[in-house]
């Protein structure tokens, strides 16, 4: 029992697939006054139990006590009555509309009144040191800015406790400070601010305390002061964890170039920022890394490598690789492994053996001239390449939707490495996986240059592109604004991804 | 081609009066889509209206009442149809082709059953025509703009009403968001399946004054089977054509009652072409829109989208 | 600490109420039953309420659809349109096009099925007859095809265009049959007759069963065959579930498109061309009571799979001749079938909305 608490969850319990739950008997208390962090892997419940709090999903059992007093929330509307706001890691704004009339759409009727002009609002955000541009549909604002919306939202009907899920994923490292400054101010006005995050340098730096969630159960909850960075690790994998070395830095640089962009551009719309004047070369052997926070060109870059859009100014050249650079070659396209793998990257609904040969289906080996599927031989090609990539299915007949995300992803990631392409591009390749499925795709990855190929990543994580890169190029804004060759330094690379300083490119 | 004034003015008092029903029953669709739900299931709601409007003027011998009836009846399928398609998640196309057959078999089965084949209509004059004093009198467009039934009157009222609502009003920025974005107003504690049942039930009211004037004001108080021939259909691309605007909707419905006055007067006119290709100029009409205008952002973000919590 | 139990999320009543409609929803062969079933109490109640023994009723329908040789020859000459405009809703499906202009490529087949027996001379024999069958599934197609062509260079919504060119198509029909294509002297909204060897054969003597059956039934074959045995359908499968897997792969997606919609157009004209051919002989003005719409129902009902539409298009083919023996035996309005053949495509359309709520829905209009 925790006599301070602002907000209690009993025994809390939820499943969305009978003999799977998401939450399992969860308890445990927000206070005042404090910042609590949330951690846990990709599925382990995080979201889930916030989504409870603020009555998007019902728990199967136990309950919410708020001051004391049970409280059911069958809507976010029950809990903004309740004084409880939410900042979604997706945001909850609609896209055409203005801050000005977000803001007033989600207003309680007693916060209305107060809001009738838009001057109002703006002045009103600006008490609370957050301006925003009030007359701008919100989905021409930067995501930091429409992140700034959000929050005033709940300031507006006078939360008490703010939620905040994967607040800093789209962040750069030097504005998460600055975040949380934010957020202790507002924490110290006497609201408790919950904030869910994997980012344990975050937690220690910024949080009162902190709750580590694992497969769905409770496993610690209590201050921050006295926890380190390896027992915190501990709870949230359930395990001391020693990191493989996966040998960054070991690739060659010297290797055929297989792709070059000259000074490639996409105008910028609203919802991209395009690209301006990328230049960069691939070459066999070598991991290249793409650092950024997430929208800031990365989806448009990884379409132009993969020719699937073209550039509206500047080249793209694939090459085959062959010593002799005047004689370049067209080659087989690159293998993709792309942002969303379930919308992108598979056909979730069609057998694991197409979904593996779905792109080189009417190669003789697999279709008559006539066009009719050998299947037997797609069978068994199929077969081979899971057993090859350890994907585990009962049979190739399987569709991926049963399939753990983990063996999804190797599906994708074995179909990509299949072809003859001397270049594989992926695209946020550990979203949602495990830790174990992580470290797999990370480890194949670096095996597909020792091979021979090249590898451009684009992810938004750190830590998995330092460990596995051997060059990492930073983009913002749709510009290249730096490279730095392994072993990189962290700070330098926080610094260029705020787009605080700019490095010359060597073209 | 003949193309004096006086026949110019029944023409055009014609295609007012054609427009009416699509008016109607387009800015009925227009706040189910502005809501964010696709209603094809208008031409259903039309027909149970237009049946309905009879069987009330059969029943109680009393136009008004008759009105209120085809209102009713288009009030209460509409409530049938938002149980599925705002409450059930029913795909809004499927389920309003299903409700559109539905009311085709209904409603002949109900003329068969229910109404009289010889009862004489009284007299629907004061349904069908307003004559404003002064104004009427005016040559060319005095019959076309000032003679007209006081539902086609409401129809105009109503769509300057919706312009006001839908731009400046809290339940027009509600309806708004609903359709723009539905998950993001439902974090902002927007009942966003209460919004789109109550749109698509006023959807209904609308529908059932559009069909009771196609009975009771175009066809002498007579229901025939598939009375509407398709107006429905056609006042969903009008919302189309008209960029889910009131105002251009009115302009819309009136160039879609052009095309369809052309059956009557065309040969005034001296148009020689046969009745069925006039009757099919409104739908080219609407597919040549699309050809010419080509997609269009103006278009709810939500539109068409059965509305599920959590779903991105 | 006492676990409080919530009430469970809104809209589901009782849990055994709730698991029945989960188990349900998650079987579309069950889906379908169960849709079948509500259609029929639904009916049976109406004819109740009209004062017919219901019992009675049913008994007369049952027997109309499948009492006897000559009936079941009904039920399949109605089954024949219906199945072929199933598979042509199908095929545009599956690739992600929402067609809902059945019914017009199946009034443009109707044309093409008179068009060689209007201009060729009779003389040609049985050769007038694969003529017809094939300038139907040209002019459904053609028809089919400007929808694809419009969405794909024009961003244009299939759904609202094919429903614009049914009506175009229906008062083109009205037209041809009151103007060029009605014989001089008559006053009939109606072609002339086809000579002897247009007309698809019957094939049990002294019913009404024509070949067009067995050619419906093999388009089925055909459609199964290219969905599930060719490298086209695994790409047309892929690009109609999940369109942005097509693209990254690089698919040829606007060839899928075009494609599909060409064999969907033409399937619904092959529709008209046995309606035309094998019942009618003639094309006249209203031929077709919605066999375009009933297409879309029985292709959804059917699981969107061609085996499963057959069965669904029998059960539709027996609602027509069943009513048809109800309207001469009880006098009730043969507008009942119409009632009959909505309602179980709206419930399915709900229980599409349950699957949705749990992620998996078996069609949708918007992407």
């Known amino acids: 029992m925790d006599p301070d608490a602002l907000l209690r969850l009993t025994g809390v319990s939820k499943s969305f697939v009978p003999g799977h739950p998401v939450l399992e008997n969860v308890s445990m208390s927000f206070r005042r006054g404090e910042l609590h962090a949330v951690l846990g892997e990709n599925g382990a419940g995080k979201s889930t139990m916030l989504n409870i709090v603020f009555g998007l999903h019902q728990p199967d059992e136990g309950g919410l006590l708020l001051d004391g007093r049970q409280v059911i929330h069958r809507s976010p509307s029950d809990a903004i009555a309740n004084g409880i706001g939410m900042v979604h890691q997706h945001f909850k704004l609609v896209p055409s509309f203005t801050a000005g009339e977000n803001l007033r759409l989600a207003a309680t009727p007693a916060a209305r009144r107060r809001l009738s002009r838009d001057a109002d609002i703006g002045r009103l955000a600006e008490s609370f040191g957050l301006p925003i541009p009030i007359d701008i549909p919100v989905a021409q604002l930067p995501l930091a800015l429409q992140q700034r919306v959000e929050i005033v939202k709940a300031l507006v009907n006078e939360a008490a406790l703010i939620l905040f899920d994967e607040p800093t994923t789209i962040l750069g490292p030097e504005e998460i400070a600055g975040f949380y400054a934010v957020l202790r101010r507002l924490a110290a006005d006497g609201r408790g601010i919950v904030v869910v995050t994997h980012h344990l340098a975050e937690v220690l730096d910024h949080a009162d305390r902190v709750t580590v969630i694992r497969h769905g159960r409770l496993v610690s909850s209590g201050p921050v002061a006295g926890r380190s960075r390896a027992d915190l690790v501990r709870d949230i994998v359930g395990r001391s964890l020693e990191l493989e070395p996966l040998a960054a830095g070991q690739g060659r640089a010297d290797g055929d170039v297989v792709a070059r962009l000259e000074k490639v551009s996409l105008a910028p719309r609203p919802s991209s920022a395009g690209l301006r004047d990328v230049s960069l070369e691939l070459r066999r052997g070598e991991v290249v890394g793409v650092a950024g926070v997430e929208g800031n060109g990365q989806r448009e870059l990884f379409d132009v490598v993969a020719g699937l859009v073209s550039p509206e100014r500047g080249t793209v050249t694939w090459m085959s690789g062959a010593a002799d650079p005047s004689a370049p070659e067209r080659v087989a396209a690159p293998g993709l492994v792309p942002e969303d793998r379930h919308r992108e990257g598979l056909v979730l609904d069609l057998p694991v053996s197409l979904n593996l040969l779905l792109d080189r289906i009417g190669e003789p080996a697999f279709s008559t001239p006539a066009g009719r599927l050998r299947h037997a031989d797609i069978a068994s090609h199929a077969r081979s390449m899971c057993a090859e990539a350890d994907v585990r299915t009962h049979s190739v007949e399987q569709t991926p939707r049963t399939l753990s995300g983990g063996n999804q992803q190797k599906i994708v990631l074995a179909r990509a490495l299949a072809g003859d392409s001397l270049m594989v591009v992926v695209h946020q390749p550990t979203r949602g996986l495990d830790f174990a499925a992580s470290e797999e795709v990370l480890r194949r990855l670096r095996a597909a240059a020792g091979e021979g190929r090249a590898v451009l990543v684009i992810s938004s994580h750190l830590d998995e592109l330092l460990r596995i890169s051997d060059r990492i190029v930073v983009i913002y804004g749709g510009r290249i604004v730096g490279q730095l060759s392994a072993p990189v330094d962290r700070e330098r690379l926080g610094v260029l991804m705020t787009g605080d300083e700019r490095e010359a490119v060597p073209a | ?312 | 600490m006492k676990s409080l139990s919530t009430p469970q999320e809104a809209g589901m009543a009782s849990p055994g109420l709730r698991a029945m409609v989960a188990r349900i929803a998650r079987s579309p062969a069950l889906a379908t039953l169960a849709a079948f079933a509500l259609s029929i109490g639904f009916s049976l109640g109406l004819l109740a309420l009209l004062g017919r023994d219901p019992v009675e009723a049913l008994a007369v329908m049952l027997d109309g659809a499948l009492g006897s040789p000559r009936a079941v020859a009904d039920t399949l000459v109605f089954m024949a349109p219906r199945l072929l405009t199933a598979l042509a809703a199908l095929v545009a499906l599956r690739c992600g096009f929402f067609n809902l202009g059945g019914e017009g490529q199946l009034q443009l087949g109707a044309v093409g099925a008179i068009l060689p027996s209007t201009f060729l001379p009779a003389e040609l024999g049985p050769l007038l007859l694969p003529l017809s069958v094939l300038s139907a599934a040209l002019l459904g197609g053609l028809w089919g095809l400007i929808p694809a062509v419009l969405k794909l260079w024009r961003g244009a919504n299939e759904i609202i265009v094919t429903l614009m060119m049914n009506f175009i198509a229906i008062y083109l029909v009205k037209y041809l049959v009151q103007g060029p294509l009605q014989p001089p002297g008559s006053d009939f909204n109606m072609s002339a007759k086809v000579p002897d060897g247009a007309m698809l054969p019957v094939i049990l003597p002294g019913s009404r069963l024509h070949a067009g059956v067995l050619l419906a039934l093999a388009a089925a074959a055909m459609v199964w065959a290219l969905l599930y045995h060719t490298a086209y359908g695994a790409r047309l499968q892929a690009a109609g579930l999940a369109p942005g897997t097509a693209r990254l792969l690089q698919l040829p997606m606007r060839r899928l498109v075009l494609s599909s919609m060409l064999l969907s157009g033409a399937l619904a004209g092959i529709g008209g061309a046995v309606e035309v051919l094998g019942v009618q002989y003639r094309l006249i003005d209203g031929f077709s009571t919605d066999i375009g719409f009933d297409g879309l129902a029985i292709a959804l009902l059917g699981g969107l799979d061609p085996l499963g539409s057959v069965v669904v298009a029998l059960y539709f083919g027996a609602i027509d001749s069943g009513t048809l023996a109800l309207q001469s035996a009880l006098s009730v309005p043969a507008a009942l079938a119409q009632v009959m053949a909505s309602l179980p495509i709206i419930a399915l359309a709900c229980l599409n909305g349950y699957r949705l709520l749990k992620g998996r829905p078996l069609w949708s209009s918007t992407r």
Request: glycine share 14%; charged share 10%; proline share 5%.
């Open chain 2, 1 to 312: 081609m003949v193309f004096d004034a006086v026949t110019f003015g029944l023409l055009l008092a014609s295609a007012v009066r054609l427009s009416a029903p699509i008016l109607l029953a387009s800015l009925g669709e227009l706040v189910c889509e502005r809501g964010g739900v696709l209603n094809i299931g208008l031409e259903g709601l039309m027909l149970f209206g237009a049946f309905g409007a009879v069987l009330g003027l059969q029943w109680t011998g009393e136009p008004v009442l008759g009105v209120l009836c085809g209102v009713a009846a288009g009030a209460g399928a509409a409530i049938v149809l938002a149980v599925a398609v705002a409450v059930l998640r029913a795909d809004s196309v499927v389920a309003g082709i299903g409700f559109n057959i539905l009311a085709l078999g209904g409603t002949s089965l109900g003329r068969e059953l229910l109404l009289s084949p010889s009862f004489t209509a009284p007299s629907l004059r004061a349904l069908a025509s307003w004559r404003i004093p002064g104004l009427w009198e005016v040559p060319v467009v005095g019959r076309a703009f000032f003679g007209q039934s006081p539902l086609l009157y409401g129809g105009i009222v109503l769509a300057i009403v919706l312009w006001a609502v839908i731009r400046h009003s809290r339940p027009g920025l509600v309806l708004r968001a609903v359709g723009e974005g539905a998950s993001a107003a439902d974090a902002a504690g927007i009942p966003v399946t209460a919004v789109r049942f109550a749109a698509m039930v006023f959807c209904g009211l609308l529908a059932g004054i559009a069909g009771a004037y196609l009975t009771l004001v175009a066809s002498g108080g007579v229901f025939t089977d598939n009375v509407t021939a398709g107006r429905g259909y056609l006042a969903v691309a009008v919302v189309i054509f008209g960029r889910w605007k009131p105002l251009w909707i009115v302009l819309a419905s009136l160039l879609f009652g052009c095309a369809d006055a052309l059956q009557y007067q065309g040969q005034a006119i001296g148009l020689a072409l046969p009745a069925p290709l006039l009757l099919m100029f409104p739908f080219l009409l609407a597919l040549l829109a699309w050809i010419v205008m080509g997609r269009s952002d103006a278009a709810p973000g939500d539109l068409g989208v059965p509305f599920i919590r959590g779903a991105r």
